[in-house]
């Protein structure tokens, strides 16, 4: 907090000073990885109370109390909670809130195992969840609210196809109507999108990508704008006992220090990728939000500040052997799932798509790529030689 004569810092910053106030006597820079289980007191008076700290293990150490203040700060939260991945991150308020008889609205672009959550583990508790088309507009979203809506679940853009919505339209007409909305904020990552400052309640993100940003830990966050609900939130994850590893908080507080940069500049090397693949005669459409060809370039323009660098390639017809050989002519595009690491990835997408209600209109394969920290030129020589292989 600043007072009236020092301006408000920006992020960069805020994400850094909480590592080097003074008065906290001589100490590391970055707080020790607390291995702990058991945690003693010196008096039986002081066991029972939380004053000096965390009386057992699953209260979380240092490291998760200074990234729980830094993500609060950045996502302009009441509380942020931590949980052991990103999908817990989604299912966790969703489990919170929900009662038998309640219905979720959510987009049929949704994260594959939120998907699988909602319709094997939320159904077989009496809840429903009805997909809208991933293209849907807002206003034929806020037509289908229904009188047993009880939570609308956003993901903006939609995986895979990468669609956006107006979600300050949609948190106005869901106050309205007393449905919480839930953003699942993986891409914007509290950086390009805050859903907080736009009347959302509840921001998720699976700090897994670019917070974490090696590929080495799974975890989520929620945060929250009222203790209200940081309360209803926190009280399922305590009676459920599902905690954060001290190790896997230290490094989330390690990677989150250069979050900005490392978020920009891959968005910097994403937009070249991106430019040089839409002029390539194998290439149909790029998804990609900031691109101003993508359908929904306008409502990204509206409302992000940045992005992340991760997009949908829509080839020129092909099959699923061709898009095999594509992956296979690359040699510096890991195969593996995930994002948001210092490594470039590609998936192959469209076996992905049949899992949606409504199937998406598509010219060719799809793949997804996601732009890591290498020289962009040796990534666009990589994709060049991987691309020669497509039939045209
Ligand atoms: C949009 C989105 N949300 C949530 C998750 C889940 O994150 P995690 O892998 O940490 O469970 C992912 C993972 O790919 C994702 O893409």
Redesign the pocket.
């Known amino acids: 907090m600043s007072d009236d004569s020092t301006p408000p810092k920006a992020l960069a910053t805020r994400l850094i000073s909480p590592a080097t106030q003074r008065g906290k006597g001589r100490r590391p820079v970055n707080p020790p990885i607390e291995r702990a289980s058991t945690m003693l007191s010196d008096d039986p008076a002081q066991m029972t109370s939380s004053r000096d700290g965390p009386v057992y293990g699953l209260e979380g150490g240092s490291a998760a109390r200074q990234l729980r203040s830094i993500l609060a700060d950045m996502e302009g939260a009441h509380d942020s909670l931590i949980v052991p991945?990103?999908?817990?991150?989604?299912t966790v308020p969703l489990t919170a809130i929900l009662r038998a008889g309640d219905e979720v609205m959510c987009t049929d672009a949704v994260?594959g195992?939120?998907r699988r959550f909602l319709t094997r583990h939320m159904f077989e508790r009496g809840i429903q969840t009805r997909f809208h088309p991933a293209d849907a507009s807002t206003d034929a979203i806020i037509d289908s609210l229904g009188d047993n809506t009880r939570v609308l679940l956003i993901?903006a853009p939609g995986?895979l196809t990468f669609e956006m919505v107006d979600m300050a339209t949609l948190a106005r007409a869901c106050k309205e109507r007393g449905i919480i909305t839930i953003v699942?904020n993986?891409?914007g990552a509290g950086l390009a999108y805050r859903p907080l400052e736009h009347g959302i309640d509840i921001s998720?993100?699976?700090?897994?990508?670019y917070v974490g940003g090696h590929s080495d830990i799974?975890?989520?966050a929620i945060s929250v704008a009222t203790k209200a609900m940081a309360d209803t939130i926190f009280e399922t994850i305590d009676d459920n006992g599902w905690h954060v590893s001290p190790d896997d908080a230290w490094l989330a507080l390690r990677g989150i220090r250069t979050l900005p940069l490392r978020y920009r500049s891959q968005f910097q090397s994403a937009m070249k990728v991106v430019q040089w693949l839409e002029q390539q005669p194998q290439v149909s459409r790029v998804l990609y939000p900031p691109l101003p060809s993508f359908t929904h370039h306008e409502l990204w323009n509206s409302q992000f500040d940045g992005a992340a660098s991760?997009f949908g390639v829509v080839m020129k017809g092909g099959s699923r052997a061709d898009a095999h050989r594509l992956m296979s002519g690359l040699s510096l595009f890991g195969m593996g799932?995930?994002?948001g690491g210092f490594e470039s990835l590609v998936t192959y997408e469209t076996p992905q798509l049949e899992q949606r209600l409504h199937q998406a209109d598509l010219e060719g394969q799809l793949m997804r790529f996601h732009i890591g920290l290498e020289d962009t030129d040796d990534l666009i020589a990589d994709l060049h030689r991987g691309l020669s292989a497509w039939p045209t």
């Open positions: 991945s990103g999908l817990a991150a989604v994260y195992p939120t993901e995986s699942d993986t891409w998720v993100q699976a700090l897994t990508k799974l975890m989520g991760l799932y995930s994002w």
